[in-house]
């Protein structure tokens, strides 16, 4: 299991690619090198925003990938492991197979996108964190497991097939789409943000009440939405006179 | 401790019980002690053009126990920002793992304040109950001495006998629980306020009588502070006051420190005061709420530098994220109130209570800053530096290892103007404050004295720890500053202060450039009270434990000699 931290265009930027295979990497407690995991051609833009990345090969294992990168392009032509693009800044991402979980964590801005599936803690918060994902879209073509955008507090996290259970717990800003079915928990203990659901809940939470029913537009596509509120267990700040609520978007029947 | 000979040769020596300020000259060492000479066989350590200075000495640190472990636990993310030990040297030699930023392990703990050359570190609020799980903490920090205070101000039998006036047996307790749980001294936190947290309620001023116990916390602290001179212990009694952290508390903070007044130190270890007054700064405000907070630090150090039976420490906020540990229940239940952060409450069954709520102290937030401003002021207006000791409550203002950054702000007018001017609020801060017309400078010679022989004065151990006289414990600390030179730039200050060249503790050399390099003898410094039997209290305690009203059995109890394998053991002998 090796940790790619450096595998980004801001490590790369500036460098040969004999120097880019100098790069460190741990694995376990000790300290390698990209080298001993890969070869290196091509060297590394003038800049992060000028350098383009493109792996080949097998990243099941390989964790961090665009971690912390701040612009440029990083393309995994396979799956990646955990944590990619964690506290990514800018740039892009593109896995084209499946990621592991703690992808976007804690992730500012930038583009993360996903052919396949990703697994748990998708653009969440660190463990123990009020602070999580503040700009930032993440498009996952698959599906997802649970906790999505924990204590979210912008950007925009899309999920194209189904999530599990968790989606927004303890969120404070941002939108979450979730184009399938989720089997519940969504918008626990969420204060402000907005989530769009276009497939079923299983399971609603009781903190959550329809208020109306709207037409909004989610992805570029206009639906008709069954409106609730929520969540209302939770202490609610007031902007300009009026209670800010989460908002919760399911789409009609 | 090792038989080795040491001598640190051609330094500026800093040593306030001398009054040697910067003279250049070799500080000896043998048998793990320093000594006024070596033969030429000794290993020299080169400290020619840098400061030499005895062990450091940390009187209020919360580092080592039940809560702060409850901390460490609910706070993975501490431990994300909190650096990776990369070391070569610590990997090949097995060096144990460091982690947390404010809560750090107790192995990063140890190594840190030994990095800053740091000898001893007072684990300022041990639980009597869970006594154990402090001294396991204290066993397994690495070079470092350390002791622990047992918490008495909430204590049931502490506030039976002084309700009905009976000093004499409350000596006899305290000198039982000191006995049982390995303890250092008297420590009193928010007194009869915790107790009263059992029942949701607080103590917040010194007339506030402890609902059940109906006595006051004036009359807790009075009471103890006579046992603690009917016993002569080393230490004085050592204070958390009421009403922490509230705008306008600084005439609750006189109050107490009046108490004090003509009381005199009765101790065969040097100590000459009888109170001393824990994290000051959270204790100095003045305002009504809010919106009129600001800093009193000037009114109180009018009273504490006049009364000159009474010591204190700062408190010191270092404008970091940071996390709130106290067994002032109440208080911790009202911080997660105004932060809205996750909160930790427990112990209340026990003889205390603690709580624990992150806290971030924000340069650009007016009351943070103002605190700020405060507890530096609090020492540039002291004018007696063996009276005031640097501390950032560790972790509650600040983590300790923002000792050396305290240290540049105090040392360096342009240094505050510096952090003053990147607030957002500046102009506000200015005229809540007193530090913009401060321009004094500490010098490193009265640095000396509020981090090493003020503090070891204080605990009465001015024998042992905080100087470099011949006959004390061969631990000195090496500066990369030149007395003769001291840089322009403060950071530079810092930077030094923070990695020590050199650090020698019972004459072994543990830190070298700022790495350790060896785990050293770390002792568990503790005090062992005789005196004759009381049998009133020991039938009291038995029954006690015999009526249902403890969890454990009495022969549970106490510490078990395995959790203290190194004992520096200070005898106290009480006649009758």
């Known amino acids: 299991m090796f940790e790619g931290y450096s595998i980004t265009p801001d490590a790369f930027a500036g460098k040969t690619a004999a120097q880019i295979a100098e790069l460190p990497g741990h694995e376990g407690k000790f300290v390698l090198k990209l080298g001993d995991f890969f070869t290196v051609s091509g060297n590394g833009g003038d800049t992060a925003a000028d350098t383009d990345i493109v792996i080949a090969g097998d990243c099941t294992r390989v964790k961090y990938i665009g971690s912390k990168m701040t612009a440029g392009s990083v393309t995994v032509n396979g799956n990646a492991d955990m944590y990619v693009g964690g506290w990514m800044k800018g740039g892009k991402i593109h896995i084209k197979g499946n990621m592991d979980s703690f992808c976007g964590i804690q992730m500012e801005g930038g583009e993360l996108l996903c052919d396949g599936d990703a697994k748990n803690h998708v653009g969440c918060a660190y463990r123990g964190d009020w602070r999580g994902m503040k700009g930032g879209l993440i498009r996952i073509k698959g599906s997802a497991g649970n906790d999505i955008g924990t204590a979210m507090l912008g950007g925009t996290i899309i999920i194209e097939k189904d999530a599990f259970i968790h989606v927004s717990t303890h969120a404070e800003g941002g939108t979450v789409i979730v184009k399938g079915d989720v089997e519940g928990r969504v918008g626990g203990q969420m204060v402000k943000g907005e989530m769009y659901i276009l497939g079923k809940i299983k399971f609603m939470l009781p903190g959550y009440k329809k208020v109306d029913q709207v037409q909004k537009e989610c992805d570029g596509t206009t639906y008709t939405f069954d409106h609730y509120i929520g969540d209302l267990g939770e202490r609610h700040g007031k902007s300009k006179g009026q209670v800010v609520y989460a908002n919760l978007y399911l789409k009609a029947a | ?576």
């Open chain 2, 1 to 576: 401790m090792t038989s080795g000979e040491i001598i640190v040769k051609g330094g500026f020596v800093i040593d306030p019980t001398r009054k040697i300020n910067g003279d250049v000259g070799d500080v000896a060492i043998k048998d793990g002690k320093i000594v006024d000479k070596v033969s030429s066989s000794a290993k020299v350590i080169d400290a020619k053009g840098k400061v030499v200075m005895a062990g450091g000495v940390d009187i209020h640190s919360h580092v080592a126990g039940p809560k702060v472990n409850a901390g460490r636990l609910m706070r993975p993310e501490d431990k994300l920002r909190s650096g990776v030990c990369l070391s070569g040297m610590a990997q090949k030699n097995g060096y144990r793992m460091e982690s947390g930023f404010s809560i750090p392990s107790v192995f990063k703990t140890g190594y840190d304040y030994a990095r800053m050359g740091y000898s001893f570190v007072m684990e300022a609020a041990m639980p009597p109950l869970l006594a154990p799980h402090v001294h396991e903490e204290i066993h397994d920090t690495p070079i470092i001495d350390e002791a622990a205070l047992p918490v008495f101000g909430n204590n049931w039998f502490v506030m039976e006998y002084l309700k009905k006036g009976e000093v004499e047996n409350t000596a006899a307790y305290i000198a039982w629980l000191l006995k049982v749980t390995k303890g250092y001294g008297v420590k009193v936190v928010n007194p009869g306020g915790t107790a009263a947290w059992a029942w949701g309620l607080n103590c917040l001023s010194l007339d506030d009588a402890v609902p059940y116990f109906e006595i006051t916390p004036g009359e807790i602290i009075k009471g103890l502070m006579e046992a603690n001179e009917y016993l002569g212990l080393p230490h004085s009694i050592h204070l958390h006051q009421n009403n922490l952290g509230n705008p306008g508390n600084y005439p609750d903070t006189l109050a107490a420190l009046k108490i004090a007044e003509g009381v005199k130190a009765n101790n065969k270890f040097g100590r000459q005061t009888v109170l001393h007054s824990t994290h000051l700064q959270f204790h100095s405000y003045g305002g009504e709420g809010w919106k009129d907070f600001c800093s009193k630090s000037k009114e109180v150090m009018d009273y504490v530098n006049k009364q000159k039976n009474i010591t204190f420490d700062l408190g010191c906020v270092t404008l970091d994220e940071t996390t709130t540990m106290t067994a002032d229940g109440p208080f911790e239940h009202h911080l997660h109130g105004l932060n809205h952060l996750k909160w930790t409450n427990v112990d209340v069954e026990m003889e205390t209570a603690a709580g624990i709520v992150p806290y971030i102290y924000d340069k650009n937030v007016l009351p943070n800053a103002i605190q700020w401003a405060t507890g530096l002021e609090l020492a540039l207006f002291a004018k007696d530096m063996d009276r005031a000791f640097i501390t950032t409550d560790h972790p509650n203002a600040g983590p300790f290892t923002r000792y050396p950054r305290v240290i540049k702000w105090l040392m360096s007018k342009k240094a505050r103007e510096a952090t003053l001017a990147t607030m957002k609020n500046s102009d506000k801060v200015i005229n809540a404050t007193y530090i913009h017309g401060i321009d004094r400078e500490l010098t490193l010679y009265e640095i000396a004295q509020m981090t090493r022989s003020g503090p070891a004065q204080c605990l009465g151990l001015a024998k042992t720890y905080g100087g470099l006289a011949p006959g004390m414990h061969g631990d000195v600390s090496v500066f990369d500053l030149n007395y003769k030179n001291m840089p322009g730039d403060a950071e530079k200050i810092e930077t030094a202060l923070q990695r020590a060249a050199y650090f020698i503790k019972d004459g072994e050399i543990v830190v070298k450039d700022g790495e350790v390099v060896s785990h050293g003898h770390k002792k568990t410094v503790w005090v062992k009270v005789k005196m004759p039997e009381n049998a009133q209290v020991t039938r009291d305690v038995s029954q006690a434990f015999h009526q249902g009203t403890y969890t454990v059995d009495i022969s549970n109890y106490p510490v078990r000699e395995y959790l203290a394998p190194h004992q520096s053991i200070i005898d106290v002998n009480v006649e009758a």
